[in-house]
């Protein structure tokens, strides 16, 4: 089984940033969407963010727009997730996940099509 691997939690300061990094065996399929999620304590996993690899197309949660950005770095194989102007409502676990869609390059919300996950890195936001 495709293992996923998360890197780059720990704790920053309000208005800080923090580097997460999914790194994988491959990312040879161009059809995988790769996605980073996260989740508290008594809610579900929700998306932050999600990439397609074939193209590059971005996916983001509206809480995470224009402080987040996804993006694949080939010569590591991994794809991160950078976070700037972090909040203390970014605290949670977050999660890299993907799957090979045959949606065209539409990347699921919901976190039921994705096959593999790495174990999670905690983010600590403190205000």
């Known amino acids: 089984q495709a293992q996923l691997v998360e890197s780059g939690g720990g704790s920053a300061q309000a208005g800080g940033s923090l580097r997460l990094s999914c790194v994988a065996s491959e990312y040879s399929d161009g059809r995988y969407c790769v996605a980073w999620f996260r989740e508290v304590p008594g809610k579900g996993r929700e998306r932050v963010a999600a990439i397609y690899l074939a193209y590059g197309w971005t996916y983001y949660d509206e809480s995470v727009k224009g402080r987040f950005t996804i993006s694949r770095d080939s010569a590591k194989n991994t794809v991160d997730l950078q976070m700037s102007s972090l909040k203390p409502e970014d605290t949670a676990v977050y999660y890299c996940?993907?799957?090979?869609?045959?949606?065209?390059?539409?990347?699921?919300?919901?976190?039921?099509?994705?096959?593999?996950w790495g174990q999670g890195t905690r983010v600590t936001v403190s205000s």
């Open positions: 996940a993907r799957y090979v869609t045959a949606s065209g390059g539409y990347c699921s919300i919901s976190i039921d099509p994705y096959k593999d």
